[in-house]
């Protein structure tokens, strides 16, 4: 793969960029080139921002549109995007070496999905309702979309979680400016050629791919309304002291360290539970904010959770992500390679006991692999288990009962996953009720664009997903009649 681009998309048009420096993505499998962007400036942003700001403005233009107008536009979109599918999977595998098979789930039909569960959203969308006031009169209340939204991407899932802003915003009539990450560029090009083709009015989404500095300049950029964040709970921070200052709306997913409960009862025939275990636990490389890396295991059969995780994450081929057969690939880059190391290490000077993995697999010279990695006896206040390692690393950490569980899986600064395993699901939703997080599943786990998605404590603020998601790009207006 070697694409080469010198244009942005901004404002309906493939513009030249201000500068000449670009953005040089590298496939994670084999530390390949894989072509060139430009890298957006400031005035770049300012560009981007003014499209998108005189596309909402524009009185008779796409925010004053019925929604079912523009749920046309969106369904174009979403046909736009499928027909590109296989350059979706090719360009995300390489750049963050996510397997293809996920990436063909999660990065090709999944940002569709969630386009067209929008749609219906859209079609009907209630945007005024009249209401008797309490004093007398009639009262309309409006919901009015929230205005230009700042979109903030990581690399890690780049095409779903741009869509999970891209969709809502549509349906309520707001204008976008995605700032892709530097490490998934090429993909963005693909969904502006798709944006393109769909005829989504111009300005309404603009793509601008750029590293942290000219991100932060575009969150508090004054033309900005919203600011809708997805990365790291350090970034967050930042992004919503920014905008805290600025009073500006913002919605931030963040981080995780979620816990998986495994109850007395659960079933633990890998047969039957390793799919959702995987996609729980380890999908896409570990490289998931969602992931129950914190494995909580009752003393009573500790020893067979053990045996089953490390027979579990022992069993998964790792390899070049682009290879079918492939279920762990490599870290996105050679600094996430690094920062896992990091957590390996930690984690033996901890004292934890290591049952599989822990260094880089032998035979796979170039990319930037880790193996599948179990840790047993861990302490739940050890930096292992209280850190974001963001790769291929469960703690099993052994709990007395199930008061000892909770606890253990709310002591964590974090809270926006999780999974409870049991035979019992009625069981498992009443220990499910009683963890502080955002989200969780009884015996399987993957957000569903029906059901809002987001955390609680430091993985962030806001929801998106489900009809819920629609309020974090909608503002009320009352009029007293
Ligand atoms: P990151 O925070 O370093 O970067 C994310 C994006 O923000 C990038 O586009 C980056 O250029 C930009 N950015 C960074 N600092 C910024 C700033 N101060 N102002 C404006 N923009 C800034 O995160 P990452 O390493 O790319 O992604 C991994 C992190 O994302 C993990 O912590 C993971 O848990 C989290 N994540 C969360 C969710 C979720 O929905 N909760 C989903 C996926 C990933």
Redesign the pocket.
């Known amino acids: 793969m070697n694409l080469r681009y010198d244009t942005f998309y901004i404002g309906g048009e493939w513009v030249r960029p201000t500068s000449a420096r670009t953005i040089n993505p590298v496939n994670a499998s084999t530390e390949e080139p894989l072509g060139h962007v430009p890298e957006g400036t400031e005035s770049d942003i300012d560009r981007a921002v003014a499209a998108a700001r005189a596309a909402f403005d524009d009185p008779t233009g796409w925010a004053s549109w019925e929604p079912a107008r523009r749920a046309e536009v969106m369904e174009r979109l979403a046909d736009a995007i499928d027909k590109r599918a296989d350059g979706f999977v090719e360009r995300v595998s390489a750049q963050n070496g996510m397997p293809v098979a996920v990436a063909r789930q999660l990065e090709a039909g999944y940002p569709s999905a969630v386009l067209r569960f929008y749609v219906a959203q859209a079609r009907g969308l209630a945007v005024t309702e009249t209401r008797d006031g309490l004093f007398g009169g009639s009262i309309e209340v409006r919901k009015v979309p929230v205005g230009v939204v700042a979109a903030?991407?990581?690399?890690?899932?780049p095409q779903a979680?741009t869509m999970?802003k891209i969709a809502p915003a549509m349906a309520t009539g707001c204008t976008l400016v995605i700032?892709?990450?530097?490490?998934t560029v090429l993909d963005s090009y693909l969904l502006a050629e798709a944006i393109e083709e769909a005829g989504v009015p111009a300005g309404v989404i603009n793509i601008v791919p750029?590293?942290?500095?000219v991100?932060?300049y575009?969150?508090s950029h004054p033309a900005v309304d919203k600011v809708a964040?997805?990365?790291?709970?350090?970034?967050?921070r930042?992004?919503g002291e920014?905008c805290g200052r600025l009073l500006r709306p913002v919605t931030l997913?963040?981080?995780?360290k979620s816990a998986a409960i495994v109850l007395d009862d659960a079933d633990l025939d890998l047969s039957k539970i390793g799919e959702g275990l995987f996609t729980s636990t380890l999908l896409n490389n570990g490289?998931?904010?969602?992931l129950g890396t914190r494995v909580l295991a009752p003393r009573s059969r500790y020893t067979e959770v053990v045996d089953a995780f490390t027979a579990f994450a022992g069993s998964l081929t790792v390899g070049d992500a682009s290879d079918p057969a492939t279920q762990i690939g490599p870290m996105a880059t050679a600094r996430?390679r690094e920062r896992v190391e990091s957590y390996l290490a930690k984690g033996r000077a901890e004292g934890a006991r290591l049952t599989t993995g822990g260094s880089r697999p032998e035979g796979l010279d170039r990319g930037w692999f880790v193996q599948p990695t179990v840790f047993a006896d861990v302490d739940n206040s050890s930096v292992i288990a209280q850190e974001?390692i963001?790769g291929p690393v469960l703690s099993l950490i052994p709990y007395d009962d199930m008061d000892h569980a909770v606890r253990l899986a709310n002591d964590s600064d974090f809270g926006?996953g999780g999974t409870v395993w049991t035979s019992d699901p009625d069981r498992g939703a009443a220990v499910a009720h009683r963890v502080r997080t955002g989200t969780i599943g009884v015996n399987r786990y993957i957000p569903d664009p029906a059901a809002p998605?987001?955390?609680v404590k430091a993985?962030?603020l806001g929801r998106?997903l489900g009809p819920e998601g629609l309020a974090g790009y909608q503002q009320t207006q009352t009029i007293y009649l």
């Open positions: 903030i991407v990581p690399w890690n899932f979680l999970f700032k892709p990450s530097p490490e750029a590293g942290r500095e991100g932060a575009l969150v964040f997805t990365g790291s709970t350090a970034a967050g930042a992004i920014t997913e963040l981080g995780g490289q998931t904010c969602f996430q974001e963001f926006l998605f987001g955390g993985s962030g998106e």
